[in-house]
Each structure stands twice: as structure tokens, then as C-alpha cells.
């Protein structure tokens, strides 16, 4: 795929890069997705996903390379890898020594995966799949030693590389709040960056300006600035749809999804973010700057029938977007009983724009393809 030097180019239609049935013998009815895709850093080009209670290591073609922890069953136990079992993983950081930090969120707390031994242990926070941890007198977010703290509902994290720091989003969902927390992986300790009186379903961390980017559960982006005594928010897409662009291409929908979408899990791509809406279950292209609000099934051939059926999680790896979907688990011998990732052919090339009269509509074919 030819990469042009000021467009968004997409490749037509979707490929399948993992699919897994479901044993015959399940009995219950439950959603399936992976609710984190990463690159694997140690192995470059390759994939590591969670699905509830397992952790995948695959080959760049799909093949997985080990598995870790059981699947479906949700529980607590440490050891090695066919033993170990995991309550729905929602976060992984990998860090430069040989380390996985993983957000176990069914049971409240932070595991390490030692990938020299082969085995996982508690990190931080009280392993235990009691769901009264929810509760915001059983969880306090107090800064301090790591192994004195706990936590609700761990799920995103992010790793600071230069500052040696695991960022963690964790959530009360008896009060829905949200707070970003810090851990400083040398010394042990856990500090708090930001708090919210609202529940953040992802985010991002810049370095560079010191800036969250949040997608909080009432579906807008977000951006924090925290080099302020009391930290500035902004809707990233307020303003969405209010420029100028040639009438017979403008799709006003799409502005309309913009501000009513449910924002899961989000990434930035060179300035352009992708976004699992769980309002429209599509994936949205959104970019502010060049007002551009696109539901990514409408660019691909086949999206809903090939796998853009409720996504969950993103990620961007070698020039593919990489698409998770939830697919509902049925004991009928006739319904698809499947876990799904799907994978799509899409550069972004740095610093590109898009002319001020131009929608997608009027300028497909030349900026996106």
C-alpha cells in the first residue's frame, strides 16, 4: 500500500486476523472481545491481546505463540502460565525490564508477568474477585508505599518510559468517579495525578505538554491540562462541524454521532484519533483540526459482515489498524460463537491536511482512499 505524503489512505476492505470458536460445551451466555490489543514491544510486529481472563501472544500472521491464564472462567490465583487465573484484564503496560503489568479489574488489583520465569504475582492492591471492592470506602486512592494502597477497578495503563512510571486509571463505581494514579516503579510508590466526578473510560498521556486526553462516559474527548494550579478541560470536538465545506458533500450524521458518541477506547494516529464508539458500535476518524468525522464501516467493504460489529479495542501496529468486536456467546449450536479481531490497511501520514472546502464526501479518491 502506497503511503502518500499528505492523506489518510485506507485500504478497502477489512481482513481477518484472529478467529477462535467457542468450545461447544459452554452452557451460559456471555459478551467475548478482546478488551486490549497491544503491540508486542519485545517482539516488534507482533500481538498481544487480552480476553477476559487470558492473556494471547500472537505471531504478526495471527498464529498465537502462548497463551496465559484460563478463559472464560474469572478467578484469582497466581503461578505459571496454564495455572494463573485473571478476572477480566482491561490494561497492560510493558516495561523495559522483562515485566508486564497487567490491570486485573475483576480483582481489583495490578499483577506483574515475570517473562524471564514465566510467572505472574501481584503488583499492587488486594487481589480478590469480591465485587463489595467496588465500593469507595474499600478502595482509597491515598498516595503512598504501593503495597499499603488499593484499588476499585483498574483498567487502562500507560508507561512513562523516561520517568519510569506506570500511569493507572482506576474507577469508583459506586460514586462514579474516575482518577488517573502514578506509580513510581523504582521506589514503589503511588501518587495522584487527576481526579474526576465522572467515570473515564481511557485516556492518553502527553509528556511533551503535560496533557491528559480522556474519554469520559458521557462521550466526549477530552483534553486536561495539568501544567495549571487547577488543572483546564476541554471538549476536543465542541466545535465539531461548524466550518465551511462544499454543501454536497457535508454528512451532518456524521457531525450528529460526533457529539452523541459513547467513547470506549481511543487512540491518536499522527493527529487523527480512532475511536470505538459504542453509540453507533462503529469506529470514528475523527480529527478537529480538519473536520473530519467519519465512520470508518462507511470506507470499507463488508465491514459488518467481515467483523465491525461493536468494537471494543484499537490498536495501530505496522500500518494496520487492528478492530476487537464484541460478539455475544450463546449456548445455540446456530448462533456465531466466535472471538474476533479483524485488521485494516490504513496509513496516516504525519502533518497531513485536508483544504478548507474539502469533506470527505467531495475529496474521497483524493485524500482518503
Not at 85 to 96: K, P, R, T, V
Not at 150 to 162: A, R
Not at 178 to 185: K, W
Request: aromatic residues 10%; negative net charge; hydrophobic residues 35%.
Amino acid at each position: 500500500m502506497a503511503e502518500d505524503s499528505s492523506k489518510v489512505v485506507i485500504q478497502s476492505r477489512l481482513e481477518s486476523f484472529f478467529i477462535q470458536p467457542i468450545n461447544d460445551n459452554v452452557t451460559y451466555r456471555q459478551e467475548f472481545s478482546a478488551s486490549v490489543i497491544q503491540e508486542d514491544r519485545k517482539n516488534p510486529g507482533n500481538i498481544i491481546a487480552a480476553f477476559e481472563g487470558q492473556l494471547v501472544f500472537f505471531w504478526s500472521d495471527g498464529t498465537p505463540r502462548h497463551i496465559i491464564g484460563t478463559h472464560p472462567q474469572c478467578g484469582f490465583r497466581e503461578g505459571g502460565l496454564s495455572e494463573v487465573q485473571f478476572c477480566n484484564i482491561s490494561g497492560l503496560a510493558q516495561l523495559e525490564s522483562p515485566e508486564i503489568i497487567i490491570a486485573d479489574t475483576g480483582n481489583h488489583c495490578l499483577r506483574k508477568y515475570d517473562l524471564l520465569n514465566w510467572n505472574i504475582t501481584s503488583y499492587g492492591g488486594e487481589c480478590s474477585n469480591d465485587t463489595s471492592l467496588n465500593n469507595s470506602t474499600n478502595c482509597q486512592w491515598t498516595d503512598g508505599p504501593l503495597n499499603s494502597t488499593s484499588f476499585c477497578s483498574p483498567s487502562t495503563l500507560q508507561y512513562v518510559q523516561s520517568q519510569k512510571q506506570i500511569l493507572v486509571l482506576d474507577t469508583k463505581e459506586s460514586t462514579n468517579e474516575s482518577a488517573i494514579l502514578v506509580i513510581d516503579h523504582d521506589n514503589a510508590t503511588i501518587s495522584t495525578l487527576y481526579k474526576a466526578d465522572f467515570v473515564i473510560n481511557d485516556f492518553k498521556y502527553h509528556e511533551k505538554d503535560n496533557t491528559l486526553i480522556l474519554a469520559s462516559v458521557n462521550g466526549s474527548l477530552l483534553r486536561v491540562s495539568l501544567s495549571e494550579e487547577y488543572p483546564m478541560v476541554e471538549d476536543i470536538f465542541a466545535d465539531a462541524g461548524f466550518r465551511n465545506h462544499c454543501s454536497a458533500s457535508i454528512n451532518y450524521n456524521n457531525v450528529l454521532w460526533v457529539k452523541s458518541m459513547k467513547a470506549k477506547r481511543f487512540m491518536e494516529i499522527n493527529g487523527l484519533y480512532v475511536v470505538s464508539d459504542a453509540n453507533s458500535r462503529d469506529v470514528l476518524l475523527l480529527d478537529p483540526h480538519n473536520d473530519i468525522y467519519v465512520p470508518l464501516s462507511l470506507q470499507i467493504k463488508d465491514s459488518f459482515a467481515i467483523g465491525i460489529t461493536d468494537p471494543v479495542s484499537l490498536a495501530y501496529v505496522d500500518g494496520y489498524l487492528y478492530i476487537a468486536n464484541t460478539l455475544v456467546i450463546t449456548p445455540s449450536p446456530e448462533s456465531d460463537r466466535q472471538l474476533q479481531i479483524n485488521r485494516l490497511a490504513m496509513s496516516v501520514s504525519p502533518n497531513y491536511t485536508v483544504p478548507d472546502h474539502c469533506f470527505l464526501g467531495c475529496c474521497e479518491g483524493e485524500y482518503f482512499v
